[in-house]
């Protein structure tokens, strides 16, 4: 078994946060835990005393026979992609990077995942273990270094997606994997009641798909695998060659389709498969299918009240990406029914009785 050490400028500076946070607990002082900061514009904004974990970096451990690797949250994203890159293995779930300062940490927090998401899975599904610190300032570890290794409340993968409101992460063990033998994206020109049928037909079917996505009268898709899978599902669907660097914008938001007008705010919407287009007021240059139709993104002016609606009519939801200061919906996630709150309630009060944590970030009430 290989396994690499902590890199000389990594720093743990676990101590100093758990102190931090002993001190909050006791004044009742609101923390903002903040990494990279690239993430800020996700969610409500947050009043209180920054918990700045950047200088908590580094890999503590890694195993690349094992496929297993842990590391601190303020770890820069470029750091651990390039790091796992030497042993040609990646983060499956393809975790959006919206500057140089982003962190695994705030990748985890968000929940946050790539193109590759439905067919790989989501952030949560490679999550292994976690080291949290809880409301008293306790630095607890839950989980492992292994797939199956948890007996009750599953409190790691729990933390993807919280936005920091139940903890604070300090540490995060994750399954990774190689990176495939093969890979060819390409492009092909139809219209989006075609493209959608394409995708329905092709979802049927054992071939090599990754990425799906379809944008103003062109789909785009990515095949990944083995050399002679890609070759023969590139020779079946033929089309024009895409550069790789396509999934990367889409994943980061660097393509210029999400460059705002005057008056627009930027929508995910998150729907079932093989939804029909919505009947939504919207151009179609003004949509964005991902996920093979299942995240699709909408540059509108069109009330919150009206998007949601249409979503949940489908069995979907829909979450704000613009800033409320910026043009955005006041509550960018969609509302919780009494049912589901009650439970957020819950959970809230047994793991922040004093919200500490992120106060508002997902809801005002929390």
């Known amino acids: 078994m290989t396994e690499l050490a902590i890199h000389a400028a990594d720093q743990d500076i676990g101590d100093q946060l758990c102190e931090q946070v002993r ?6 002082t609101p923390l903002r835990i903040v990494g990279g900061d690239t993430r800020g514009f996700y969610g409500r904004p947050v009043e209180g005393q920054a918990l700045n974990l950047a200088a908590h970096s580094g890999i503590v451990s890694y195993d690349p026979v094992e496929l297993v690797v842990t590391v601190r949250a303020g770890t820069r994203l470029s750091a651990l992609h390039a790091a796992l890159a030497e042993n040609h293995q990646m983060l499956a779930f393809e975790p959006p990077i ?3 300062a982003s962190t695994i940490g705030g990748a985890v927090a968000t929940g946050l995942s790539g193109p590759r998401r439905p067919w790989a899975g989501a952030a949560r599904d490679f999550v292994l273990g976690t080291r949290v610190i809880t409301q008293e300032g306790k630095l607890l570890r839950f989980g492992g270094e292994v797939m199956k290794n948890v007996a009750g409340y599953d409190l790691s993968r729990l933390m993807a997606g919280a936005q920091g409101t139940l903890g604070v992460l300090t540490d995060i063990s994750f399954k990774v994997l190689p ?8 492009r092909l020109p139809l219209n989006l009641a075609d493209a959608l049928k394409k995708l329905a037909e092709l979802g049927r079917q054992p071939l090599p798909i990754t990425a799906a996505a379809w944008h103003n009268g062109e789909l785009f898709l990515r095949l990944e695998g083995g050399k002679s899978s890609v070759s023969a599902t590139q020779t079946r669907l033929g089309g024009e ?4 660097s396509f999934w990367t914008s889409l994943r980061d938001h660097s393509h210029a389709f999400f460059q705002l007008n005057d008056g627009q705010a930027l929508w995910r919407l998150s729907l079932p498969p093989h939804t029909a287009p919505l009947k939504l007021d919207i151009p179609e ?3 964005f299918y991902d996920w093979a139709g299942c995240q699709r993104w ?4 069109l009330e919150a009240s009206t998007l949601r609606a249409a979503c949940e009519a489908v069995g979907g939801h829909a979450t704000c990406y613009t800033p409320h200061a910026q043009g955005g919906a006041v509550e960018p996630f969609t509302p919780l029914n ?3 709150e009650k439970y957020h309630r819950n959970l809230k009060a047994e793991l922040d ?3 500490i944590f992120n106060p508002g970030r997902l809801y005002a009430a929390f």
Do not use: Q
Not at 180 to 186: I, N
Not at 241 to 244: C, D, G, K, P, V
């Open 338 to 340: 009494k049912v589901v």
């Open 241 to 244: 060659s895409l550069e790789a």
């Open 298 to 301: 909408l540059k509108t002016s």
């Open 23 to 28: 001190s909050a607990y006791t004044d009742r």
């Open 98 to 100: 919206f500057g140089e």
């Open 353 to 355: 009785a004093h919200g």
């Open 285 to 287: 240059t003004d949509i």
């Open 179 to 186: 990176i495939p033998t093969a890979t060819h994206s390409l």
